[in-house]
């Protein structure tokens, strides 16, 4: 019994059974985008009768096919990454100006602004809805690119990181330029901003998936089937647009192509996302 014990705490520390539960909940995690890939390439009859089989016993890209080839997916696409692109920039360098000016420049009610951005951060999105489509209808931009991309330009929760990164930079990087009169811009611009690529990393990739995966707001500034993007194009499918049938293979197909560009800029940057130690400066 005393050797059980003893062998059970030698298991225990040496960390093998912490890498077993690691190894377990890695499992649980991406076994439903396993199941996803593996039925995108399924008959619809097939995924219909064994929906949570690993390996087709059919092997087809006929939903591939059907999307790209039968249906409105390339608009969807095309539309998708044109307002990512825009957005993604947009944010990266107003929350940065932003970030920076709640950091560094000393003005009359700043604490206030920096307090009713972290207010904004509470309040649900699903709350803004209506009053955002009234400002898109009133400002004449209702179902057109601008509508769709210049209410998401700046987001509070990206303002926060740049400013907390900013407030972690040592003031004295600044003061050679300072000497040298540079405007504050061409401070933010030259000295400041190149230090904060781990924050700029991390705003650019929370960016990307949230214009990308974005729904509501799209919802609510579109109405035109030439604006759709992919989450309402891939929603859409829910319904049947296509065809007759469950169509889980079609859906499927079409969630694995919307998952792709998120996961590759992942693994590209995850390495870089807040490194807080590049760029450091010692005093």
Not at 158 to 183: H, K, Y
Not at 224 to 230: A, D, F, H, I, R
Request: zero cysteines.
């Amino acid at each position: 019994m005393k050797i059980r014990q003893s062998w059970f705490k030698r298991l225990f520390h040496s960390g093998v059974l912490f890498h077993i539960l690691l190894v377990a909940l890695a499992l649980v995690y991406i076994l439903p985008f396993i199941i996803q890939i593996a039925t995108s390439f399924k008959t619809d009859a097939e995924a219909t009768a064994n929906p949570l089989s690993l390996i087709p016993a059919t092997l087809t890209n006929a939903s591939y096919r059907k999307l790209f080839l039968n249906s409105d997916f390339p608009v969807w696409f095309k539309n998708s990454i044109i307002v990512t692109i825009a957005v993604t920039a947009g944010r990266v360098f107003f929350d940065s100006l932003a970030g920076y000016a709640l950091s560094r420049i000393e003005f009359r009610g700043r604490n206030v602004i920096f307090a009713l951005l972290m207010a904004v951060m509470s309040v649900p999105a699903v709350v803004l809805l209506i009053p955002k489509f009234l400002i898109i209808k009133t400002l004449g931009i209702y179902d057109s690119y601008a509508g769709m991309i210049f209410p998401l330009l700046v987001d509070a929760s990206g303002v926060f990181i740049m400013r907390n990164f900013f407030e972690s930079i040592p003031r004295s990087v600044e003061e050679q330029a300072m000497i040298d009169r540079a405007g504050t811009f061409r401070i933010f611009w030259s000295v400041v901003l190149p230090m904060a690529r781990p924050a700029l990393v991390t705003i650019s990739i929370l960016s990307f998936q949230g214009s990308w995966n974005e729904l509501s707001h799209f919802i609510v500034s579109t109405q035109s089937s030439e604006l759709t993007t992919l989450t309402k194009g891939v929603a859409s499918l829910a319904s049947g647009q296509l065809s007759a049938g469950n169509q889980y293979p079609v859906k499927l197909a079409a969630a694995v192509i919307m998952t792709i560009p998120v996961a590759i800029l992942f693994f590209i940057f995850q390495k870089k996302i807040m490194n807080t130690s590049e760029g450091s400066v010692k005093e």
